[in-house]
């Protein structure tokens, strides 16, 4: 290796010098370096450039007696000694610059400031001494050998590095560890190679070595510059990044502060432009918009009653009892929107949203009574959160209609009022929100229960429902009289009601909307009355010791529903009345309502227990209302009483088996999904929710379809027949009973399913990402009878 070295360090010297003069060039170029620093890399590259090629001139030029070998050879001794010292100045003059501009120092290491001065009587010596023969001689031959005085020559170059080296020590924490690792090689690697050049003749392994840290040197600064412009450029992203989320910002909370004052006009209109706007945003994402395309329907749906702004305010506070020419006046809102927002050239598809809102799938809506694929998907979008926050929101004639009723709304108008895609997403959503929290926020239909009740005349106040399950509920509370008694009577109640949405209603319009159906009330001395109830049973005994250990109440209640019973224990310190009630139907939910006559209720305290009330801690008063008197088929007839509440024994799929049953649905049943539901699913014992249970499609007869995309692919098509009129006489005609069939068709992984009835026809592929060994299908559904099931192929 040392040989090879030696042999070829002529070609290495050029090369290396060549280098060097190629990075001068590149500092020259370099604008993005300071130029103080230029001007220090360029004299330090330039320098490492001259010292090295003349250093490879005296190895050509030793010996040699011609005229220009003497005179090449003089000059090349001479460069060397005086690189030798210049390229230390350079390096110095280097760090100074490094420790001003990067190291921000407000003032230079004197330490350095020395160095200079000391380099500078080094150079001015080495010229005088080199001159005058006493660092260096000639002779005859032309063969160089050290002078008298060789020793002075390394004392300025061998010391100056030390010194420098102490300050790139002391001063590390100014720069960057990288910086401070290629100075403090630039002193060390050629200190080694001096070392090492004692006990190798003929080489310039300390010159070669100072070229090789020069070059690096210049690697660390390119490297320092392109991570500092990266660092720029990330900073610049950021920057601008930030001042367009700024800009958002500003135009939300703008767009929102005068959405906000239009919507102030109206109580009952506050805050709709910003729950539409995330529905809207909720409905994007699902079905897979990217961000930037839901953050232009989020804006889009937020300013889509801007129009309202030009609308008197006689006709905005009257809204629903508009005359013909009053709605012509209304129906402008969409023009004036799209016109204001218009002039917003950055943000195009704002004025869409505002424009064609009220247009509908069907073409029945306005301005231009465009219809499906024409109305821009933006505007179909916002139509249906409007619609949803419209319906979910409490208005001055009605309160908010639980999701329950808007999901039935929706599924009637899939396909004619909204497009059904965005409608069905709307749905899922619905589906998927189990603690309802798509709705407005306001005090009033909170799910919190009440703590205190002040009631004047019967019934004027009384508190949200409690839901009472199947595991016994604790209520307790206090009462006094209420000093408005005009005869000094005073008394609490209960009612034990069903409702959408848990809550008492008295007027026809509430009682229809929300399916409110009250089964009885109970007072507190043992009176009672039953409207719905099919029957009930007070009895009254007398109690000995104070119920005090459950909140202090001076009333404690427990109630529990079994099936189609409700039982229901008050207790106070002399008595306790217990009442068994008989529902009209197991579908029924019940809740319980705290009321009375000129009475103060405080301190209503809510327990849940873990006690299951069970068909043995009770005698049936009523028999349970059963809708499967009839003949039966190859499978025992099914009673669903709520949604998939009981289901068929699995039969398992072959392929070319078909099925055959009469459905019904029962009495009070009110929704359009009440109604059978077909699940295709796999299972180790063949049943439904057995071991290892998989489902891969919940198939419902009015056409909806459930399943998981991470166990198979859903494919359906549901059509309607010629006996579809609408879907109030479809739950008619499940409410008189009607016959349906269901085909099944194995290719591959593939599983084809034909269902049919009146009024629908349903085909339905599903492909299975892995193929289960034996597949089974199941009947189930919701408030509905099964009988006279048949299986054949």
């Not at 929107?337 to 069907?362: M, Q, V």
């Not at 959503?429 to 205190?452: A, C, F, G, H, W």
């Not at 072959?654 to 009495?667: A, K, Q, V």
């Amino acid at each position: 290796m040392l040989e090879f070295f030696i042999k070829h360090q002529l070609d290495l010297m050029l090369a290396l010098s060549s280098i060097c003069g190629t990075i001068a060039i590149f500092v020259v170029v370099a604008r993005a370096l300071p130029l103080s620093r230029r001007i220090t890399l360029l004299f330090l590259e330039l320098s490492a450039m001259t010292l090295l090629y003349s250093d490879r001139l005296s190895y050509f030029y030793n010996g040699d007696i011609s005229q220009l070998g003497v005179f090449m050879h003089r000059l090349a001794i001479f460069m060397d000694y005086l690189f030798t010292d210049v390229i230390v100045l350079a390096f110095n003059l280097y760090l100074i610059d490094l420790y001003k501009n990067d190291g921000k120092m407000k003032k230079t290491p004197l330490r350095l400031d020395f160095c200079t001065i000391f380099m500078i009587i080094g150079i001015i010596l080495c010229i005088f001494c080199g001159l005058s023969g006493i660092y260096y001689t000639f002779d005859s031959n032309n063969n160089y050998s050290r002078g008298p005085g060789y020793i002075i020559s390394y004392i300025f170059p061998f010391f100056v590095p030390l010194i420098q080296l102490t300050a790139i020590i002391k001063y590390k924490r100014y720069l960057d560890w990288i910086i401070n690792l290629s100075n403090t090689l630039f002193i060390v690697v050629p200190l080694i190679c001096s070392i090492a050049q004692l006990f190798i003749a003929g080489t310039s392994m300390t010159n070669i070595g100072i070229i090789i840290t020069c070059i690096f040197i210049y690697v660390v600064a390119l490297f320092k510059l392109n991570r500092e412009m990266e660092e720029g450029k990330r900073s610049e992203i950021d920057f601008l990044k930030k001042e367009q989320e700024s800009m958002q910002r500003l135009f939300y909370q703008t767009s929102s502060a005068f959405m906000g004052a239009i919507e102030a006009k109206d109580v009952f209109t506050l805050g709709h432009s910003t729950r539409v706007a995330n529905y809207a945003k909720a409905i994007a994402k699902t079905c897979g918009k990217s961000d930037k395309e839901c953050d232009e329907i989020y804006y889009a749906a937020l300013l889509h009653d801007i129009g309202k702004v030009g609308l008197p305010e006689s006709i905005l506070n009257k809204r629903n009892n508009l005359n013909e020419e009053e709605l012509k006046i209304y129906r402008r809102e969409t023009i004036i929107g799209a016109d204001i927002l218009s002039n917003i050239t950055e943000y195009p598809f704002l004025k869409d949203g505002a424009h064609y809102h009220h247009e509908r799938y069907d073409g029945s809506g306005y301005p231009d009574h465009l219809k499906g694929d024409e109305i821009p998907e933006i505007a179909r979008i916002i139509a249906v959160a409007d619609y949803y926050d419209n319906m979910t929101s409490r208005k001055s004639d009605r309160d908010a209609y639980p999701q329950v009723i808007v999901r039935e709304e929706f599924l009637k108008k899939s396909g004619t009022t909204f497009d059904p895609r965005f409608a069905a997403i709307m749905i899922s959503l619905i589906d998927s929100d189990k603690d309802y929290k798509l709705r407005e926020n306001v005090e009033d239909i909170d799910n919190k229960p009440d703590e205190y009740l002040s009631v004047n005349e019967y019934r004027s106040n009384v508190t949200k429902g409690i839901l009472i399950d199947d595991k016994f509920t604790k209520i307790g509370f206090e009462w006094s009289l209420n000093s408005d008694s005009p005869t000094g009577f005073s008394a609490p109640s209960i009612i034990v009601f069903d409702a959408y949405d848990g809550r008492i209603h008295s007027d026809e319009k509430s009682i229809s909307a929300f399916g409110y159906l009250e089964f009885g009330e109970i007072w507190f001395n043992g009176h009672y009355n039953s409207t719905k109830a099919k029957n009930m049973e007070v009895t009254i005994s007398q109690k000995s010791g104070s119920i005090s250990e459950f909140y202090g109440a001076a009333y404690e209640m427990t109630a529990a529903k079994c099936g189609d019973h409700l039982k229901i224990s008050i207790s106070s310190d002399s008595e306790v009345i217990d009442v068994i009630m008989a529902l009209p139907e197991n579908s029924k939910y019940a809740y319980i309502g705290i009321t009375g006559e000129y009475c103060n209720i405080s301190n209503i305290n809510i327990e849940r227990t873990e006690e299951i009330f069970t068909d043995d801690q009770f005698t049936r008063i009523a028999p349970a209302n059963n809708y499967i008197y009839r003949l039966e088929g190859d499978l025992p007839n099914l009673q669903i009483d709520r949604f998939r509440s009981a289901s068929s024994v699995g039969t398992l799929i072959t392929d070319g088996l078909n099925c055959e049953f009469h459905t019904m649905s029962l009495p009070m049943a009110n929704f359009i999904w009440n109604c059978p539901f077909i699940v295709v699913y796999s299972s180790d014992d063949g049943k439904v929710d057995g071991e290892n249970y998989l489902e891969y499609a919940l198939i419902q007869m009015n056409g909806e379809l459930k399943s998981d995309s991470t166990l198979a692919t859903n494919d359906p098509t549901v059509k309607k027949t010629r006996e579809f009129k609408n879907w109030d006489t479809w739950k008619e005609k499940n409410k008189k009973g009607m016959d349906c069939h269901i085909s099944f068709r194995i290719s591959g992984d593939t599983l084809e399913m034909a269902i049919e009835n009146s009024d629908f026809k349903i085909k339905n592929k599903t492909m299975f990402l892995l193929m289960p060994e034996k597949l089974y299908f199941s009947i189930t559904g919701d408030q509905c009878a099964i009988t006279d099931i048949r299986i054949y192929e």
